[in-house]
């Protein structure tokens, strides 16, 4: 799971599809980190080496939800709330994104995006 935190005109739509795909997946595994969950551990675990990567920034879910929402012209897939983040270590809490870091990664690999090369083209720019 990952959060690209790149401005979506800059993306191609396999990636800003894919990041909105993801956040969904964030959320429901953010709702998991409760103790009344069997698993929760390993959700709250999942996410703790995320924050660590730099790769999601929890306290932003809703709002990029939102921007790439406004982006795919409306798209009709509600997040709703984000869950509590009390569960988690305040490091996890309080990451952010490493944004320099999705940019190399998303110029990085060209095959990946639909049209190809399209995110390599306008993040060089």
Known sequence: MRMWMVDPELMCMQHVVGEHRELHALKGSLERTKPKYNNHRKHRKNLITLAKSGIIELR???ERHEELV?????????????????YLPKEVRKAEVNKEKSIQDLINRPGACRPEGRCRKNLKD
């Open 60 to 62: 932003s879910l809703k």
């Open 70 to 86: 406004e982006y795919m012209d409306n798209h009709d897939s509600p997040i709703g709330e984000t869950p509590t983040l009390e």
